[in-house]
């Protein structure tokens, strides 16, 4: 089997071909255009057999994945800190983009599990309106706290309460007392309202349009309690297929809840992962601190825990573990569920 790595970047490709050994046999550099896509397929035909890796740097590669895809061909995603050790390795010092594709190549013949890549479907465009969502709420954040610091200039003591700058009928009034109000201060704080207004509404919006798009996508993980419409489409979002994990454990170790074995001859432990996708991690969170509140479930489980002399903080962490394994079951539910119709789409083509 011949393995091509690929070292992506914002105007080049550049792929090293390796044979089940790891020794290099050919390297080419390709613009990353649609073209240059083209001209690494008509290269890559004189390798029978092949498989291409990709550094899973999707800003930089989903370009040429899609393409590839889209070819017949068959891609795999190479975690970056996989390349390291296959750096190290290297007899050739130094780091260039053909000893970076190289190493790409070594980590998937060495890591045979890979996550496979597949065409971007629904989550990308949640994760896409997620990100945007939050980027505002962001900007609005820091446009309140500049407004807040006016009103106290203007009028000390008497600015609005706490998280009530988003409010529709706060600003109106805020809008009515800076209406006849001189100087620049009072025109600033103006602009402020009017831009905060503004960037409320696209909020709410995109929370709108996010939670239309989760209900059709993720059905079953949105019964899941705790689990509201903005932590389904995060969770959904950052899993990108959850197709792609072989197995709940796989899923645990990608958002960091599988706890990390540390061993020292017959003393067996397990310390806190501090790796792993920290925005998963922290929706998984989410869920387990309201199913302390609200769900009975989640209450008996973090009860039966301290009752095994566990503390709060270890509860909750064995807590966020067993909903990941939830989350796993229900996100491999919901995409039966959207694969059914297409295959029946295709069964009466």
Request: charged share 30%.
């Amino acid at each position: 089997m011949i393995v091509i790595g690929v070292d992506s970047h914002k105007r080049t490709h550049t792929a090293v071909a390796a044979d089940e050994t790891g020794r290099q046999l050919a390297e080419v550099t390709v613009a990353a255009t649609s073209a240059g896509h083209l001209e690494l397929v008509r290269w890559a035909g004189r390798f029978t057999g092949r498989r291409w890796a990709l550094e899973d740097c999707r800003h930089l590669s989903r370009g040429l994945s899609g393409d590839l895809l889209r070819a017949g061909e068959a891609v795999v995603r190479v975690p970056p800190k996989l390349m390291a050790g296959a750096r190290r390795s290297s007899r050739e010092p130094g780091k260039s983009d053909p000893i970076d594709a190289l190493a790409v190549a070594r980590a998937a013949l060495r890591e045979p599990d890979l996550p496979v890549a597949t065409l971007d479907g629904e989550e990308r465009e949640l994760r896409l309106l997620v990100d945007h969502r939050e980027d505002l709420v962001g900007e609005r954040t820091r446009a309140v706290n500049r407004l807040r610091w006016h009103l106290h200039e203007l009028d000390p003591g008497n600015e609005p309460g706490l998280r009530a700058l988003d409010r529709a009928v706060v600003l109106a009034a805020l809008d009515a007392r800076l209406a006849g109000a001189p100087g620049t201060v009072a025109r600033i704080a103006r602009e402020l309202v009017t831009h905060i207004r503004d960037l409320t509404r696209t909020i709410d919006g995109l929370e709108r349009e996010i939670a239309r798009l989760v209900v059709g996508v993720a059905p079953a993980l949105l019964a899941l309690p705790g689990c509201g419409h903005l932590t389904a489409a995060k969770i959904v979002g950052e899993t990108a297929g959850v197709g792609r994990f072989r197995s709940a454990a796989a899923f645990a170790r990608h958002n960091g809840t599988a706890p990390v074995p540390v061993w020292s001859g017959n003393d067996e432990r397990n310390r806190l992962s501090r790796t792993g996708n920290r925005q998963l991690n922290v929706a998984l969170h989410r869920i387990a601190i309201t199913q302390m509140r609200i769900d009975e479930r989640g209450k008996t489980y973090l009860e039966h825990r301290r009752a095994a002399g566990d503390t709060k903080t270890g509860a909750i962490r064995a807590l966020r573990r067993r909903i990941s394994d939830e989350v796993y079951r229900r996100l491999r539910q919901d995409e039966r569920l959207r694969a059914t119709p297409r295959a029946a789409l295709a069964a009466a083509a």
